[in-house]
C-alpha cells in the first residue's frame, strides 16, 4: 500500500470567475515507492503530539477565576479538542514571568487549569516568549518611567544591543503588539535569562503542563528601523561570536566584510542552540517543546537571525505563522517548507483567517502538512473539522513526504546573502510557484546540509539563484541533474568569493522542462496545489487533499497501462464515495475534498 497527499487550493487569480483551464501533469511513470521508516527526529515526541485538535484557551489573566478557567476548558471539551493553548496574560510579560512573586501566582492557577484538564481529557501547552519581555505600565502618559520593575531596568545587562551598541528596547509605541504604556525589551540569548528560562520550564511541568510553544526568539531591530539596529552585540553574543568565529564583531552591515558575513550566519546558530537548549530543558522535564516562527522561508529569516533550514534542526516541534491574505500559493508553499525544513517532526499551522472560506482553505493546508488542527481566529471553526481529522486519522499517520525524484534546494547563506536585493528569494518563490502550479511532487532540501545528508533518492534538483556552493556540496550536487534558474549556479564559493571557474553540473535544461515520477497521471486544475506522500507500508495507495473557494473543476486520474485505480472521495461533513476504472474523473464541488487513491 503507499500513501500520497494531496492538497489543492484556489488562488483567486484573475479570470477566476470562468472554470480554469486543466493540464496534465507530465509525469514519467514509475513504480509505487517501498516503504520508509520515520525519520529519527519525529522518534523524540511522543504520538499524542502529532495529532493535536487544538483549541485556543486563550489569556490567562492574573485575576481569572477557578470557576473562570473552568468554563473555558468546558468549551474546548465540547468543541471535541483534545488540547488547549493557554497564553499567560496577552503576551510574555515581566510580571507573571520573570518576576518571581508574579509567576508563583500564575503557577496555582496553572495547577488548578491541568487538574481540570486532565479530568477533561485535555493535553495543555503553556504560550511563552523565547526572548522577548513586554511591561505593562511601564511609562505615563508623557512617556516617562512609572518605576514598574522592568527588564532593562532590572536587568540590563540581558538586553540585546544593536552594532552601535544601543539597548533593543521599544518603548511608548501604539502597533499592532504593543500599547503606548508598555516596555517591549528584547533579551540576549548568552545571557542570565536562558538559566531564568530553563527554570521556569521546571515549574511548568511541576504545575502539571504537557508541552511548551515558544514564540519570538528573534535577534530584531534592523526590521524596524534600519540598518544600524542589527543585533546583538552584548558581552555573552560577542564572546560567543568571537569564540565560533575567531572574528571580531562587525563595526557595521557591510556584505562586503567577512566579519558581517559571518555575523549574519551565527546569528542563525545562536537561536538555534538557545532553542535546543530549551527544548532539551523541556523534554528533561516531560515536556512536549514547540517553537513558533513568523520567518519560515522568507528574507524575515535573515533580518532576525532565525531561518527556520537551520532552527528547524534544533530539535523542537514546530509552528509556522502564516497571514496569507488570500494568497494561498504563499500559504501552502510556507506550510510545506515548514514540514520539509524540520525533519517530519510535529507541526501546529498558525494562520489568522478572516472569513468561513479562509478558515476552510487554512484547515486544508494545514492537514496537508501536518496532523493538527489549531482554529485561531475569532470567527466560526469549519464544520466537523475535528470529527474529519478523525476519519482521515490512519491516513495522517501513516504518510511520508514524497519526492519522485525532485528536490527544490533552498539555501540559507544564499538569501543572507542576498538579503538586500532578495534576489534569491525571488527565484525560490518563483521555483517554488512553477512546480507547485504543475502539480509536481518534490521535497525541499536545504542546501547547507547536503554533504550531510546526501540526495538518495533523487535524480533532479532545482537551484534557484544559488550563486554560493562549497566544494562539498557541489561534490554532492554533482551526483544529479539539476536546473539552475536565474542566477549561474556555483559561480562562488561558501565565503561569497568569486570562482575563477564555476563549478561543473550536469544540466537537466530549464524549468519547464523538469519531470517527476508519479504511478499515475494527474490532470488538475491550474490553480491547483498538490502534496504527495508515501505510506509508511509501502502500499499501493495514495492521498489528494483538495480545496477550491470556487468550488469548480476536476481531478483526473489516469492508471498505467494494465491496470485500474480505486479512488475514495472524503469531504468534511459529507458521505464516502468510491469509485474505479483505468480513468477517475473527480468534479470538485467542495471547498475541501480528500481523494484516496489505490491500484487495484
Not at 496577552?90 to 507573571?96: D, K, L, P, S, W
Not at 496532523?371 to 466537523?384: E, L, M
Amino acid at each position: 500500500m503507499f500513501l500520497v497527499l494531496a492538497f489543492l487550493c484556489s488562488v483567486g487569480v484573475a479570470g477566476c470567475d470562468e472554470e480554469p483551464d486543466q493540464i496534465v501533469t507530465p509525469v514519467d511513470l514509475s513504480p509505487w515507492p517501498a516503504a520508509r521508516e520515520l525519520h529519527p527526529a519525529a522518534r523524540e515526541f511522543p504520538d499524542w503530539a502529532f495529532s493535536l485538535h487544538l483549541w485556543p484557551f486563550d489569556i490567562l489573566s492574573p485575576g481569572m477565576t477557578e470557576a473562570e478557567i473552568d468554563e473555558r476548558l468546558d468549551l474546548a471539551a465540547d468543541a471535541q479538542a483534545n488540547a488547549v493553548i493557554v497564553y499567560i496574560e496577552e503576551e510574555h510579560m515581566f510580571g507573571t514571568f520573570v518576576d518571581d512573586a508574579g509567576f508563583a501566582g500564575v503557577r496555582l492557577q496553572i495547577e488548578h487549569l491541568t487538574v481540570r484538564a486532565g479530568e477533561l481529557g485535555l493535553r495543555t501547552i503553556v504560550y511563552v516568549n523565547g526572548l522577548e519581555v513586554m511591561t505593562r505600565g511601564a511609562y505615563d502618559s508623557r512617556c516617562g518611567s512609572t518605576g514598574v520593575p522592568t527588564m532593562a531596568g532590572e536587568h540590563p545587562d540581558w538586553v540585546q544591543l544593536d552594532l552601535d551598541g544601543e539597548p533593543i528596547v521599544y518603548a511608548c509605541q501604539d502597533s499592532d503588539w504593543l500599547l503606548p504604556d508598555w516596555e517591549d525589551a528584547w533579551i540576549s540569548p548568552y545571557s542570565g535569562y536562558r538559566d531564568l528560562f530553563r527554570g521556569r520550564i521546571a515549574e511548568l511541568a511541576e504545575a502539571g503542563v504537557d508541552g511548551i510553544y515558544i514564540d519570538a526568539t528573534f535577534l530584531p531591530g534592523y526590521q524596524a528601523e534600519g540598518p544600524h539596529r542589527w543585533g546583538s552585540t552584548d558581552p555573552g553574543f560577542t564572546e560567543a561570536f568571537r569564540a565560533a568565529t575567531g572574528f571580531d564583531m562587525p563595526a557595521e552591515a557591510d556584505l562586503g566584510s567577512p566579519e558581517f558575513r559571518a555575523f549574519l550566519a551565527f546569528r542563525h546558530q545562536a537561536v538555534a542552540d538557545y532553542l535546543a537548549d530549551l527544548g532539551d530543558a523541556a523534554r528533561a522535564a516531560g515536556l512536549v517543546p514547540f517553537w513558533e516562527s513568523s520567518t519560515n522561508d522568507t528574507t524575515e529569516g535573515t533580518l532576525l537571525g532565525n531561518d527556520t533550514a537551520v532552527t528547524g534542526r534544533a530539535g523542537l516541534g514546530f509552528s509556522p505563522e502564516v497571514e496569507a491574505e488570500g494568497d494561498w500559493f504563499a500559504a501552502f508553499r510556507m506550510g510545506k517548507a515548514a514540514r520539509e525544513l524540520n525533519l517530519e517532526r510535529p507541526m501546529i499551522y498558525l494562520g489568522w483567517p478572516e472569513t468561513s472560506n479562509a478558515a476552510m482553505i487554512e484547515l486544508a493546508i494545514a492537514l496537508a502538512h501536518s496532523g493538527t488542527y489549531y482554529p485561531t481566529a475569532d470567527i466560526p471553526v469549519p464544520p466537523d473539522a475535528f470529527e474529519f481529522m478523525e476519519e482521515i486519522g490512519s491516513i495522517l499517520d501513516r504518510r511520508i513526504p514524497y519526492s519522485g525524484g525532485l528536490a527544490l534546494v533552498y539555501s540559507t547563506r544564499n538569501q543572507d546573502l542576498t538579503y538586500n536585493d532578495e534576489r534569491f528569494f525571488a527565484a525560490w518563490e518563483e521555483a517554488a510557484y512553477q512546480l507547485l502550479m504543475r502539480h509536481l511532487p518534490f521535497r525541499i532540501v536545504p542546501l547547507e546540509y547536503v554533504p550531510e545528508d546526501g540526495l538518495d533518492g533523487f535524480s533532479t534538483a532545482v537551484l534557484p539563484c544559488l550563486e554560493s556552493i562549497s566544494d562539498e556540496e557541489g561534490a554532492v550536487l554533482a551526483g544529479v541533474h539539476v536546473v539552475s534558474t536565474v542566477c549561474e549556479a556555483g559561480v562562488r564559493d561558501e565565503d561569497w568569493s568569486e570562482r575563477s571557474t564555476p563549478l561543473r553540473l550536469e544540466d537537466a535544461g530549464g524549468l519547464d522542462q523538469v519531470r517527476a515520477a508519479l504511478p499515475f497521471g494527474l490532470e488538475a486544475p491550474v490553480e491547483t496545489l498538490i502534496e504527495l506522500y508515501g505510506d509508511r507500508e509501502g502500499e499501493h495507495r495514495m492521498y489528494l487533499f483538495a480545496v477550491s473557494p470556487l468550488r469548480s473543476g476536476r481531478v483526473v486520474l489516469t492508471a498505467a497501462e494494465g491496470s485500474s485505480l480505486t479512488v475514495r472521495a472524503y469531504s468534511p461533513g459529507r458521505e464516502t464515495t468510491e469509485q474505479t476504472g483505468e480513468t477517475v474523473t473527480v468534479p470538485i464541488s467542495t471547498v475541501f475534498v480528500v481523494l484516496e487513491v489505490s491500484e487495484s
